[in-house]
Nanobody, 115 residues
Framework: QVHVVESGGGLVQAGGSLKLSCAAS????????IGWYRQAPGKQRELVAV???????NYADSVKGRFTVSRDSVVKPLYLQMNNVKPEDTAVYYC?????????WGKGTLVTVSS
């Protein structure tokens, strides 16, 4: 089993930066991929950025060139560096860890971008 906890959300002005963290615990060596998703009010949850165990990174088109997902090792936190944020980035950001036949979500951290 894996447990993930997000942190780092808050209020930021448009054009500013914010860094989110996702701390994973439990059987972290079973994680195949880990990434960030977000859900804005009235919208479906969507992928933001995912890091696979092989090191491949996938980003949503809307954040390419602005957001960077990173992690130094499987026992270290997953980060999401958010630069040049826009009001449309306002959402609850969730961390999701995928293991064989299961996935684990955190409770989310709220990011609010003011214009």
């Amino acid at each position: 089993q894996v447990h993930v906890v997000e942190s780092g959300g808050g209020l930021v002005q448009a054009g500013g930066s914010l860094k989110l963290s996702c701390a994973a615990s439990g059987n972290v060596f079973s994680i195949n991929s880990i990434g960030w998703y977000r859900q804005a009010p009235g919208k479906q949850r969507e992928l933001v950025a995912v890091l696979s165990s092989g090191g491949r990174k996938n980003y949503a088109d809307s954040v390419k060139g602005r957001f960077t997902v990173s992690r130094d090792s499987v026992v270290k936190p997953l980060y999401l560096q958010m630069n040049n944020v826009k009001p449309e980035d306002t959402a609850v950001y969730y961390c999701k860890a995928e293991v064989p036949y299961n996935s684990y979500w955190g409770k989310g951290t709220l990011v609010t971008v003011s214009s």
